[in-house]
């Protein structure tokens, strides 16, 4: 039996890991759980401009994906959607609308929205994007699944009541933002 040649070069490439959770959500969009170290030589290769953030505004943003951030030139966006109730108060429907403006402005693409774990936050908003895109409310639901489980279930950490109850009364329409700039996938 021949035996086989196995070449070992240190010109490998690199083995990329992409952040948990990730996916693409429409082009020029991307979605994940928090970046580590592992995931910085993947992440470069998507050619990101901005970074949101949608958790724990008022705390620190890891070390590590700072220097990311600052080493990459990218923007941070920080919205802290995190309390879904939140989203029917004054305050939080002006975080919304600045981050809708964020997303619908593809001169802001290639960018990756992220949570801690990619299941909660990060769920509703990208609900809250097919729901710009007229996906039905079952369908948008039924993603959020996939990626956080139902808040009812074993991981309880998918859509909550109120997050639900918001995208189920959002009115895509309603939202404002620079229209000359709109991404293709929005009417």
Not at 37 to 52: E, H, T
Not at 54 to 76: C, T
Not at 101 to 119: A, Q, S, V
């Amino acid at each position: 039996m021949p035996s086989a040649n196995f070449v070992h070069s240190d010109d490998a490439p690199p083995v990329l890991v992409p952040p948990i959770n990730f996916s693409l959500v429409v082009p020029g969009i991307y979605r994940s759980g928090h970046p580590n170290k592992k995931n910085f030589s993947f992440l470069r290769r998507l050619n990101l401009s901005g970074v949101i953030y949608l958790e724990n505004e008022s705390e620190a943003y890891r070390s590590d994906s700072s220097n990311f951030i600052l080493d990459n030139g990218l923007k941070l966006y920080r919205y802290d959607l995190s309390k879904e109730s939140n989203l029917f108060t004054r305050e939080g429907s002006s975080k919304l609308n600045n981050l809708l403006e964020i997303i619908l402005d593809k001169r802001n693409y290639p960018l990756l929205l992220h949570d801690d774990t990619g299941k909660g936050t990060v769920s509703l908003v990208c609900a809250l994007i097919r729901r710009m895109q007229n996906w039905s409310l079952t369908g948008a639901f039924a993603e959020g699944d996939l990626f956080a489980g139902p808040a009812g279930g074993s991981e309880g950490v998918g859509l909550g009541e109120a997050g639900m109850e918001f995208i189920a009364s959002f009115e895509p329409k309603k939202v404002k933002f620079d229209r000359a700039n709109k991404p293709d996938w929005v009417d």
